[in-house]
C-alpha cells in the first residue's frame, strides 16, 4: 500500500496514520490494529513500523500500553501558557465547559516550621487544608490540595467557594503571581482513582505558593493534572549575552 516517493517509509506510515486518526477511521482512545496487521497492510517490515510508532508516540498522538497494545491518544481538552496564571475554573469556563466541585475534606492543622517558612510567618500557628476534585461537565479532572493560613478562612465558609482565587480577592486578598514548580508523575494510588484516569495516564502535578503585590504568601497549592486532559505551553525568549 505504500507509494515508491523518494519519503522514507516510516515517514509514509506517520503521515498515512496521521490522516486516518484525522479521519477517524481510528478515534481518539481507540486502539490500532496489531503491528504484525499494520506492517501487512502497509508492507513493511516491524522495525520500519515500530520507528514510526515510536514517532508518534514521541509526538503525542499516540500512547503505547505495554503488553497491550497501540491506542489513538486522546486530545487534551484544556491548553494554557504556564506563564499565564488562572484559577481551575477560568480554565474549565474557558473550554466553554461547566466548572463543578466535589468537596472531600478540610480541617485546621498545627502550623509546622515548614508551613512558617513557606508563609513567611514565624508566628503562624494554624493552616486550613482542604482537598477537592475539580469537574468540568461533571467529569474530573484536577485534584487539588490546597493549604492557607487561618486567619484569611476562619470566619468563612470556604468549603462553599468554586474558585479559591475568587474567594480571597472578594475577602480583600489579591493573588498577583505564583512560583511554580512542575512535576510529571506516573500512577498515584488514591489519586488517579479519584480522578478516574487509566494507570499508563500520566499526571501534571503543580506545586504553587501563591503571592499578593506585596509579596505576602497567601495560598499554597498542589494541583494533579491529568495529562491526556491538560497540556500547558511556555514561550522561551533569547536573552542576549
Known sequence: MMSTEQQPLYLQIIDK???DIEDEVYKAGEKL??????????NVSRATLRE???????????IRRHGVGTFVHTKPLFTSGIEELYSVTDMINSANMKPGTIFLSSVFRDASEEDARRFQRNNLEKIME?????TADGIPFVYCLDRIP??????????E?????????????????AITYIEPIGFHEKI???LESEPETTLLLLRQTHYD????????????FRADKFKFHVVRRRMKA
Do not use: C
Not at 510508532?53 to 509526538?59: F, M, P
Not at 487561618?150 to 468549603?159: A, K, M, Q, T
Not at 467557594?161 to 503571581?177: D, P, T, V
Open 17 to 19: 496514520l496521521k490522516k
Open 33 to 42: 490494529p496489531s503491528e504484525y496487521e499494520l506492517s501487512k497492510q502497509f
Open 52 to 62: 514510526s510508532l515510536r514517532q508518534l508516540e514521541e509526538e503525542g498522538v499516540v
Open 130 to 134: 482542604m482537598e477537592r476534585v475539580r
Open 150 to 159: 487561618s486567619n484569611l478562612v476562619e470566619h468563612y465558609s470556604i468549603h
Open 161 to 177: 467557594a468554586k474558585s479559591l482565587f475568587r474567594f480571597l480577592e472578594e475577602n480583600g486578598h489579591s493573588i498577583a503571581y
Open 192 to 194: 488517579s482513582e479519584l
Open 213 to 224: 503585590e506585596m509579596d505576602t504568601p497567601l495560598l499554597y497549592s498542589l494541583n494533579y
